[in-house]
């Protein structure tokens, strides 16, 4: 099995990448193929209004957007890793997320190549409080759904803001690599 992760998170080795390498250290445990990629080491550009039916949407930019899909599109599992920013993932996850939109090749759509796969989410949080991390996760579970990808779990660090401050936290990251295995 191979499990991709994409770390939206602008800090290297921080708390979000952390929880994400404790997945994959639990993956690779399992004996799956992994790979991590760091949005903040590609220059993605926001996604262009489009119009008329949907067979004939195209992404004119060329930039690596298609390229890290291909990446996920090969997975059978995807990891999305992200810190919490105003009750949302990351700019650099949503540009990626928002990319997904366009991309097709031929009549095959995303969701045409993405179900059966599975999702996974690491989220890395300040805030202590859980209240409002269902609003974070339910667009993340919805697009699972839309894609026909089984929801294969989340991780979540509250309490976190500073780099390091997820090592004060070994009952997450253990959670964390039991995802991973589990997969």
């Not at 997975?75 to 997320?97: E, M, T």
């Not at 989340?154 to 780099?163: C, H, L, N, Q, T």
Request: no cysteine; hydrophobic share 45%.
């Amino acid at each position: 099995m191979v499990v991709v992760a994409f770390v939206g998170s602008p800090r290297k080795g921080a708390n979000t990448d952390r929880l994400v390498e404790e997945i994959l250290a639990g993956a690779t445990e399992a004996g799956h193929q992994i790979e991590k990629v760091h949005l903040t080491d590609y220059a993605l550009t926001p996604i262009d209004a489009v119009y008329g039916s949907e067979m004939d949407w195209t992404d004119p930019r060329q930039d690596v957007a298609d390229e890290l899909i291909e990446r996920m599109v090969e997975a059978d599992v995807v990891v999305l890793g992200s810190p919490v920013y105003w009750f949302n993932v990351s700019g650099l996850l949503k540009l990626f997320i928002d990319r997904w939109s366009l991309y097709r090749r031929g009549v095959e759509r995303l969701m045409d190549r993405m179900a059966g796969k599975k999702m996974v989410v690491a989220l890395a949080m300040a805030d202590p409080h859980l209240d409002y991390v269902e609003v974070v996760l339910a667009p993340l579970r919805e697009a699972a759904k839309w894609l026909e990808m089984e929801w294969a779990g989340e991780v979540i660090a509250s309490g976190v803001s500073d780099p390091g401050d997820i090592e004060n936290h070994p009952q997450v990251l253990s959670e964390a690599r039991e995802l991973g295995k589990s997969l």
